[in-house]
């Protein structure tokens, strides 16, 4: 099964690299719905014995009481709403663990579940509603199980947006994460953004600040000392309030890589010399 999900972007809160992938934390309900029975008569976005969940979350979109009832009937089953089938009772289940399954539930939107078919295009469009986000694609593949149980593997892959806010970067090294930008940056400070594939890509656009340094930011492969393929000469904007935008070329590598965005000032004085808000992948 493959699947498409937007995640929009939360300020303040650092995005998911490419490795942290695995460890999004997914909804509680989500886990305790994986670990019960459930996937043996619903699916997510098809009929199946039971109702489609997506079906489900739409049904009750705008029922105040979903939570009670939905809940009630998750633990004591029943029948009568969707067809002839009945659904089992899960006494196991208390009222709390109940409600987070219907809570995750109603999060379900047939966007959200969307499955792709196993090959061809999709278009992305998530992130014109709400800029700056990151698309996780995942693919979850079971065999036919044999004498054992099925075994089950998932890959994901994590498609970010062409402009990433400074503060998202996947580590920093003599940086201050600021809420909304990078800032005490000094000579040989660095910050790394995982997994970037620049296939296509010309140039990257830094928006910036520095009240009176002028510097080099160099752009490494796979370590801050490894290969440069982008240098920009950056200039002292006067104030540290006023942010311009500059331009630096890139040339592609090949490949995903780790890029090390590495900040150079041989000459003292040589502290405070940057504030990135964001920089953009340009092709
Ligand atoms: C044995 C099959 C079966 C299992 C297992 C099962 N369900 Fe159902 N479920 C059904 C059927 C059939 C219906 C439709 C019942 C109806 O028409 O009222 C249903 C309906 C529902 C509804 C909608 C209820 C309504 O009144 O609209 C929810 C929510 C739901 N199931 C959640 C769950 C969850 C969560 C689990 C696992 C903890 C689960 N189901 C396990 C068969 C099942």
């Known amino acids: 099964m493959i ?6 972007r939360i300020s ?3 995005q998911m690299g490419h490795q942290q992938i695995t460890a999004v934390p ?8 994986e670990s019960s ?7 997510l976005d098809k009929k199946s ?8 979350a739409k049904k009750y979109k705008g029922n105040k009481d979903f939570l009670k009832y939905l809940s009630s009937k ?5 029948g009568g709403v969707w067809g002839e089938h009945s659904m089992a009772a899960h006494p196991q289940l208390s009222n709390v663990q109940a409600g987070e399954i219907v809570k995750y539930i109603m999060t379900l939107t047939e966007e959200q579940a969307k499955s792709l078919p196993q090959s061809g295009s999709v278009a992305l469009k998530d ?15 079971t065999d036919g199980g044999g004498q054992a149980t099925p075994l089950s593997g998932t890959a994901f892959l994590n498609l970010r947006a062409a402009r990433v806010q400074a503060e998202d970067a996947d580590e920093v090294r003599n940086i201050g994460r600021q809420s909304s930008a990078l800032g005490s940056i000094h000579n040989k400070s660095w910050f790394l953004l995982k997994g970037i594939d620049l296939t ?6 830094y928006r910036y600040s520095s009240l009176n340094r002028d510097g080099i930011l160099e752009v490494h492969v796979k370590s801050s000392k490894g290969q440069v393929i982008s240098t920009l000469n950056f200039k002292q904007t006067g104030d540290w309030s006023k942010y311009i935008e500059v331009t630096a070329p890139v040339t592609d590598p090949g490949g995903k890589n780790d890029l090390y965005f590495v900040f150079k000032k041989d000459e003292e004085p040589n502290q405070h010399m940057f504030t990135l808000d964001w920089l953009e992948f340009k092709k």
């Open 3 to 8: 699947g498409l999900h937007y995640m929009p």
């Open 12 to 14: 303040g809160q650092p």
């Open 26 to 33: 997914a909804h509680p309900g989500k886990l305790l719905m």
């Open 37 to 43: 029975d459930c996937k043996a008569c619903h699916q």
């Open 49 to 56: 014995v039971g109702p489609a969940f997506v079906e489900v």
């Open 74 to 78: 998750i633990i004591k089953g029943g």
């Open 127 to 141: 992130h014109q509603k709400q800029p700056g986000g990151n698309y996780i694609l995942s693919a979850t593949y």
């Open 200 to 205: 296509g890509i010309r140039s990257i656009t």
